[in-house]
């Protein structure tokens, strides 16, 4: 297997992690881990690396710390690993080496992502930390805090409550899984726009890729009849009282002209048979999560797709120009007893079945300009596959999986033509809300947790 890259980029903290070999006691009594405190302490200065937050524990130590130079990590646990190993082979009357394999390192965005990762290295179980330091202001040594951490507050005790307020408020064990996930694949911990920044600036690629067969999305209304108006005369329709019937859906297919109302609430992406309906995310393998217990749609603009319920419109199989009206019968709005009827005594359509009529013809023409901007991008082969996962210990859990969305790599490679045309159609704005929006995937894992609270 290859070796991962080691990046440097100025002023960008790094999580890293050294794991013991078979799971060796790396601590037997106090005075180990105190000699290797004491180590760190006197490596971290002289090799200019300003630790954050530390967690020694028996069978992995964890720092989060921004190095001042490119070589400042590899040197500072390459001496580290070496001194240690030494006095604590010496000590045991043993040989060989303690730790397994290279040290992980991942680069961490700290305007997102610094205060939660740094209690998350300081709240582990371990023979000693920076929680205290960090929590409680307790002198540390070993800890410089970062500038970001120090401008919470003027004073001390104002610090320590700011950031335990955002601590109490953000952290939960989704984002402690995703933290483990991302060393243990040393993979960026950062918003999206942030891995494409540090991408533009290395002028690598930086997010994995991943392979695997998009599933059966699956159907809202469930089998759908034509609307006949002799069968249906007296059939009518109630005002929609709650979404239920959309609470097990994992994903909603989306109109681009919607994508500006709800690209700032939810995740976008590209999913279906072939990846080429634009879709938003919204369960993390469970309930809908943008629906509440009420029934009700959280987000300000609730899509086109649950609006139009029971109802969807396909082409008639012989005259492409004519259109059928489809609906769920199973539907709990629909009723022979009480609402507005869809058809007048005399067997037409209704004033409300005209309005629902062209509501559908209007959804159904903008459903066909949307499915031309996708197939554009597929076209261009910009877009990767991708999940959302987290680990339980060792077990790694896909909670979401088979959906694309565009490779910001791939993207900046598209030739100047493409990107002129994109430019001129709006192709190119289309691209940018659908990137903006994939760091609400964070917000899917608030709405997870706030339904356990």
């Known amino acids: 297997m290859a070796r991962k890259l080691r990046i440097f980029v100025e002023d960008i903290p790094q999580y890293i992690k050294m794991s013991a070999i078979n799971e060796i006691e790396l601590f037997k009594d106090v005075s180990d881990c105190n000699y290797f405190y004491n180590q760190a302490l006197e490596l971290s200065k002289n090799l200019f690396l300003d630790i954050h937050a530390y967690s020694l524990s028996s069978n992995n130590i964890e720092f989060l710390a921004t190095p001042?130079?490119?070589?400042?990590?590899?040197?500072?646990?390459?001496?580290?690993?070496?001194?240690?190993?030494?006095?604590f082979n010496k000590k045991y009357a043993r040989t060989g080496t303690l730790w397994e394999g290279r040290y992980k390192a991942s680069l961490v965005d700290v305007d997102n992502f610094l205060f939660l990762l740094m209690y998350h290295i300081e709240s582990k179980k371990s023979q000693k930390n920076s929680l205290d330091k960090n929590t409680k202001n307790i002198k540390d040594d070993l800890v410089t805090s970062h500038k970001s951490y120090l401008a919470l507050a003027s004073t001390n005790?104002?610090?320590?409550?700011?950031?335990?307020?955002?601590?109490?408020?953000?952290?939960?064990?989704?984002?402690?899984?995703?933290?483990?996930?991302?060393?243990?694949?040393?993979?960026?911990?950062g918003s999206n726009i942030f891995i494409s920044k540090l991408e533009e600036t290395t002028g690598l690629n930086l997010v994995a890729k991943k392979k695997g067969r998009p599933p059966k999305r699956k159907q809202m209304n469930g089998n759908k009849i034509l609307l006949d108006k002799i069968k249906h005369k007296d059939l009518k329709i109630n005002k929609l009282q709650n979404l239920d019937f959309a609470k097990n859906l994992q994903a909603i297919p989306i109109l681009e002209i919607e994508l500006d109302k709800i690209s700032p609430y939810l995740p976008v992406v590209f999913g279906g048979e072939n990846y080429d309906n634009l879709l938003i995310l919204t369960s993390l393998g469970g309930e809908n999560l943008a629906i509440n217990s009420q029934g009700k749609?959280?987000?300000?603009?609730?899509?086109?797709?649950?609006?139009?319920?029971?109802?969807?419109?396909?082409?008639?199989?012989?005259?492409?120009?004519?259109?059928?009206?489809?609906?769920?019968?199973?539907?709990?709005?629909?009723?022979?007893?009480?609402?507005?009827?869809?058809?007048?005594?005399?067997?037409?359509?209704s004033d409300k079945l005209t309005q629902i009529g062209s509501f559908l013809k209007t959804s159904m023409e903008n459903r066909e300009k949307?499915?031309?901007?996708?197939?554009?991008?597929?076209?261009?082969?910009?877009?990767?596959?991708?999940?959302?996962?987290?680990?339980?210990?060792?077990?790694?859990?896909?909670?979401?999986?088979?959906?694309?969305?565009?490779?910001?790599?791939?993207?900046?490679?598209?030739?100047?033509?493409?990107?002129?045309?994109?430019?001129?159609?709006?192709?190119?704005?289309?691209i940018e809300q659908h990137l903006k929006s994939l760091d609400n995937i964070e917000k899917l894992f608030d709405l997870a947790n706030a339904r356990q609270q």
Request: proline share 4%; charged share 30%.
């Open 68 to 87: 001042k130079h490119e070589d400042s990590i590899s040197k500072f646990i390459q001496n580290l690993s070496k001194q240690y190993v030494v006095y």
């Open 157 to 189: 005790e104002t610090r320590v409550n700011k950031y335990l307020s955002i601590i109490k408020k953000k952290f939960d064990k989704y984002i402690s899984s995703w933290f483990e996930n991302s060393i243990n694949k040393q993979q960026v911990i």
């Open 297 to 349: 749609w959280i987000i300000p603009y609730i899509p086109n797709e649950i609006r139009k319920h029971p109802f969807s419109m396909a082409k008639h199989p012989s005259n492409a120009e004519h259109q059928v009206i489809l609906f769920d019968e199973k539907s709990e709005v629909l009723s022979y007893e009480q609402g507005e009827p869809l058809f007048t005594p005399e067997g037409n359509a």
């Open 370 to 430: 949307t499915q031309d901007i996708v197939k554009d991008i597929i076209q261009s082969g910009i877009l990767d596959e991708r999940e959302i996962a987290v680990n339980d210990g060792e077990i790694k859990n896909v909670l979401v999986k088979n959906f694309k969305v565009v490779d910001i790599d791939k993207f900046y490679a598209l030739d100047d033509s493409i990107l002129a045309k994109w430019v001129r159609n709006g192709t190119i704005k289309f």
